[in-house]
């Protein structure tokens, strides 16, 4: 194998061209999507299967990626320890960033209450029968729940529904076993780590056809919902987005000020899974792509393995900010007066409520439903009040989640004292940096039986996009400009 110099690796590659470049694809099909569910809804409703094969490829490689990622990342570590405590950390940061999400939609729809003079009266609204199913589900779910259903009642079963957390509980438990079996354990370890590199390898091949399923992700959903809902409820929608990107800028942008990062910076560097969040409107196809840059910006592989997928369940602030503004919504709509007491007390339903339907179809809904159900004070049959605009506003609920989870990872690495803030600036502004070291499979192999210690692979450039991918040790990145 031909070794890669310093200064080599550190060239910057040629920049691929703006035409060449998957977000502009990517924006562009969307513009389509519009313009064809626009003008032509019925042939943009036909194009619903194109948009769900695609996110459906992607959900397919989630489970895979996130099970090798994390146990990865806790088989390789040489203090246990270090990572429970990473997990606590990231627990206690998720549950204060869903209090302060929760709080800005609770102000803001106080504010301008923009329920007062619907007058609507619960008795009367009729309930389709999606919603319906959605109500029953909310109402019959616990907020104990999402605490016992982490536990698969079979290995294979969170695979094959995609429940993320339980595919998180498996790679822990499994990635403390091997990591307590020793060197009997490393050549299991190395399967692992050459598998995620097999994964990633297929996420690549399949990201190229994300221009397709964001042009018919969009075209669907413009086709079937049509517009007609922005004239009537505009109002709350752009309260929702407004209040959203306040959140972005104010509340994440300061944690990133106080990490002495950008966080338009960050944004613009993950462009791509933006865009691909845009078209489908769901951040689940997102998820591997965070992943990859996140590592590439020199977050440590366990930190980024435990965190982000945890995040996509637990650190949903988009989705809390949607659930206090809806529900508040919805008892200004309905009449319903609640003091400052029942608010803070909804708030805090909303903590656990909120993490119960993670993952779910519907799941916004189920969580609203669960909580006013819960409550008791507020009459679920309320929520068809916005049952019409949930469409809408799907898209800005999956783009804060994003935004809050790769934030949050930083913030998890600089508290674990593992962050090089240096690098994550360098490459969050395309700036060429030194490839990642990679080491031998695990930390079993720390010296050869001699006391020296191995020897170590540089990690060889990707030319077109600037990523460094690693070797098997490490997955390789894949090329989404390519």
Known sequence: MDHTSTAAATTAAPKTRWYRQLYFW?????????LVGWLAPATGIAMEPIGTTFVNAMKMLIGPIVFLTIVGGIASVADLKKVGMTGLKALTYFQVGTICALAFGLVAINVFRLGEGVNADPGAIKTSDSAAKLIDAGQHQEWWQFITNIIPTSVVQ?????????IIFIAVVFGIALNAMGKVGAPVLDGVQRLTGVMFKILGFIMKAAPLGAFGAMAFAVGKYGVSSLSSMGGLIALFYATSILFVVVVLGSVMAFLKLNIFSMIR????????ILGTSTAEPALPGLMRKLENAGVKKETVGLVVPTGYSFNLDGAAIYLSLAALYIAQATNTHLSIGQQLGLLAV???????????????????????ATIGTIPAA??????????FMSECRALVNFTGNAVATLFIAWWDRTLDADRVRRVFAGEAVDPLPVTAPGHLEATDGSGAQPHKEPALQEGATGVEPSLPARHPAYSETA
Request: net charge negative; aromatic share 6%; glycine share 16%.
């Open 26 to 34: 990517v924006l562009t099909a969307i513009v389509i999507g519009i």
């Open 158 to 166: 969170p695979f094959v529904v995609g429940d993320i957390l339980q």
């Open 269 to 276: 560097h993950l462009k791509e899974e933006y865009m691909l």
């Open 350 to 372: 909303m903590l656990l409520t909120s993490k119960g339907a993670a993952g779910v179809a519907g799941g916004g809904f189920i969580a609203l439903t669960a909580t006013l």
């Open 382 to 391: 309320g929520i068809m009040l916005i049952f019409g605009i949930d469409k």
